[in-house]
């Protein structure tokens, strides 16, 4: 006979017992260990909402960057060393940059009261013309220098994610900080003041 | 009749071998007439869908609309227009500028190789989990080749239990 | 004032209303099943369509103030505006997430109301009352998190005026409408089995009882799910403009995982439909099924992940993984419980059988979905232990469901021509013979035209195997049953089989065989390429009526025939840029035109990107095709044999179906009836 039949585990008594020997609790225990640790995972994933954001160009020398300013002279960011810079990627048309441009205004006007000593605040453009840069600092005011560069050279040397970002580089060349989303000067006044101190 | 015997003379070995032959014929044409990515525009494509989009988690360069995705993109245009570097080049320049965190495919060794290993570790196990079950049943089932009369008994009270319980509804 | 206004006031009060009405629905029944007090347990129901009569006041109340816009409320402050179109002010309701909980809970809601109606004459039945209890709780937990963390009728900064209106992506297609409430009803549904499985553990009614009160809700639900997920697919295509469907971003995924585990379990449940077993395997699909939506919630609306579709940081983040914790819990605890007396006696004698195929369609489903989640969470597996960034992306995902779907693919022409119980090789061979070949054909005529790479021709040739099993099963159907060789589980089953296949098909062709190029067009001035020709005739603006929206669009002549205007539509209220791609669909092939960025009304040159993408529109067919099958599959076929009878047991006798709470009995053959019943139209509760 080919066919084999079902058949009543209760005719065989033993061997349906001792393979019945319970196994359900082992195997819900076994899942029920992998999910804790899933959840316990999932609980120590919190986001942050801290606007300093990681970057593996943090604590090294700043990437080669070269690029022009509005009148076409080159912009060579080696040549920046001595004094600290801040570099603000933005694009004209984006809501956070508008928003956060008043506080870069206020940011430059300390800093240049501060004389030799001030930071130096550069602005990048992302992917943008210049006709619509210019539109927006005539409209919003700022007179500080804006660096332009070809097939956005700049920000993805700095591996700029999102306009707008600001990053703070130490005189000697080496990348300090990077925020990303909007800044306020107060913010951008703290923090240079505190890397000031710790670079003596 | 005819057609019945045709068709069984069809399926004989004969008809299996040729089904062989003709697989095996196309898949060698098709296979060795593969051509990589034509046009530079679709090895940008190509190596844009291997880079992640730094700030929106998960979608590639290739997908993504915002500015930091044009900015790589175009950087990416930019190697290929040179044509010094190969696409793993310059996927490896992108992640010295961007991190890790770029890449859209895990790396297969440290930590990251559990991302590869841990499927296969499944799949093994399922398997051996089905195979375990299939030997299991075959012992179990060995043992009795006839339904007893006891199983017999037990079908007839679950039959009458049921026509009971259906003519007292 | 208690609230910032009526819609405010009624919206709570339908919230509460609803909230009220589970608990004291959860505690009647519970009760009364307890004390065995009939006149409690009639008045479940009664709570039940009160509660739906809550969610339906709330979400009435939403949609009052949406149109009224009324932006005394938080939410109607984010995705109110004045000039949004009225059916995006409509579909506005699940543009966020507080909204989007709303209709999660009103379906819900809906849900519990529907079970109630359809068992309203057995609530005297332990197994309803349970699965009830289960509905309840479930309403009161997603009510609360519509009640207190993500409340959709929260008051806002006073003053405000006017609103930025919804995410620009979820105001400029059609299917914004149709893709969340119908992707919702799949994700919900999947609740009623899961309501049905944890009071078949809690009862201890362990057989094939509940599996059939709720084999088609889980068909539905299933198929909603299915819809769902494939007019995601087809917003994407047509509104992203990176000319895909599918990217594996994490919402995706969330919407995948439990289609993985609910497609693993409407096979499985045949065999236990038909043999009685797995009966705990079944249970754990469901519930994983259930789990996963919870979970897949929490990952997309927690800001755990980010992603595209993610509304971002929530407060219901703990609140949904709390859900997930006590769902898995639970769940672990009955079936440790329960699990070994559930374990059947039946054996399953060949791997080569339909019990054996579809054992091992569910270990591919499993591993697929444990795929997916994997990928889905290692990231944060990684930050967890090693507190560095990665990304797990499409490439990952592709390569490893590559061979996944092939493999599934094979088992689908391999599975239909397997009898149940044992197949020999012989029989495999003679019917194996015709689908084989029409694979043999499928891959010739592929190579014929051009197709290359060994994974999409042996998806080709697999995919054209299957589609000939599946054809074989429906020929051979209405060659004996006239059009009733259409309805029914088994056909109606093969032609789903037959979209997926179509879907698989299209897949493959349209990921491998995609063509693109960057053309900068002068005005006039025709470009060939790819073998069509482009030719720019004008740029042009169009700002819309409110002055919110600047369209620039390029007029592109395609093949000197027909105009398309890919466009760059900016929200002004927003800042916000979003490309609108324009596509020629065709039967073989689609062309898909986006418009560069930096594009200027009036300019006589504008670069456009062009895709073009073999196969695409037979997605949808696909889409269709499995819908329309599900259908078929869930129609009644005729006469039915009882579950419960032997085998051999003429069908249909006109015998009323089983009693639910009759603990079956394993189907024992009698000597002489080994030959499996030809095709396996099982069961059919009977309704009433």
Known sequence: ?200 | MNTKSLNRRLKGWMGWLALIFVVAAALTIGIASTTGPQTPEERIDAISKRVACPVCDGESVFESQNSASIAIRNQVGDLVAENDLGDDQIVAFIETRYGAQVLLVPRASGFDALVWVLPAVALVCGVAGLAVAFRRWRVQADGTLDPTDDDRALVEAALRDQRGSADTK | MIAASLNAALGRAGLLLLLAASVFGAFAVLYGIRQRNPKLLKQGPIYAWLGFGGALLACVMMQRALITRDFSLAYIQQVGSADTPALYNFAAMWSSLEGSILLWVAVLAGFTGAVAWRFRKRTNDVLVGWALIVMFVISACFAMLSFGPADPFAAGAPGVTSGPGPNPLLQNHILVLFHPPILYLGYVGFAVPFAFAIAALVTGRLGEGWLLETRRWALFSWAFLTIGILLGGWWSYEVLGWSGVWAWDPVENASLLPWLTGTAYIHSVLVQERRGMLRVWNLSLLVATFALTILGTFLTRSGVINSVHAFGDGPVGPWLLTYFAITVAVSLALIAWRGDRLRSPGTIDSPISREGAFLANNVIFTVFAFVVLLGTVFPLLVEALQDRQTVVGAPYFDRLSTPIGLVLLFLMGVAPVLPWRKASTELLRDRLFWPAWIGAGALVVAVAVGATGWAPLVAFGLGGFAAGAALRQIVLATRRQGWRGFVGRTNGGMVVHLGVIVIGIALAASNSFTHSATLTLTQNEPVEWGGHTFELVSVDERINDAGSERVVAANVLLDDRQEYRPAVTTYLNIGQDVGTPSVRTGFTKDVYLTLGQGVAPGDTEATIRVFIKPMILWLWIGGAMMAIGTLLAAFPSGRKRNPLDPVSAPIGADQPSMQPSAEPATPAVPPGATEPAPEPETVQVRTT
């Not at chain 1, 927006?136 to 994610?161: I, L």
């Open chain 1, 1 to 200: 006979m080919t066919d084999v039949i079902d058949h009543d585990p209760g005719a065989d008594p033993e061997t349906a017992a001792a393979s019945r020997r319970s196994v359900a609790p082992w195997i819900a225990l076994a899942i029920a260990v992998v999910m804790i640790g899933l959840v316990v995972v999932l609980i120590g994933a919190t986001s942050d909402g801290d606007n300093v954001a990681e970057s593996p160009l943090i604590g090294r020398p700043a990437p080669e960057a070269t690029g022009q300013l509005a009148d076409g002279t080159a912009f060579d960011l080696s040549r920046r060393k001595g004094s600290w810079v801040v570099l603000n990627f933005f694009t004209a048309d984006c809501v956070p940059c508008i928003r956060e441009h008043p506080d870069l205004i206020e940011f430059n006007e300390q800093q240049q009261a501060l004389g030799a000593d001030g930071a130096e605040l550069y602005s990048v453009v992302v992917n943008d013309t210049p006709e619509d840069v210019e539109a927006f600092f005539d409209e919003r005011g700022g007179d500080w220098p804006v660096v332009y560069s070809e097939f956005d050279n700049f920000p993805v040397a700095f591996g700029v994610a999102q306009v707008p970002e600001t990053w703070i580089i130490d005189p000697s060349g080496v990348v300090q900080l990077r925020f990303i989303s909007e800044v306020t000067a107060e913010q951008l006044n703290v923090t240079l003041q505190q890397f000031r101190e710790q670079y003596g």
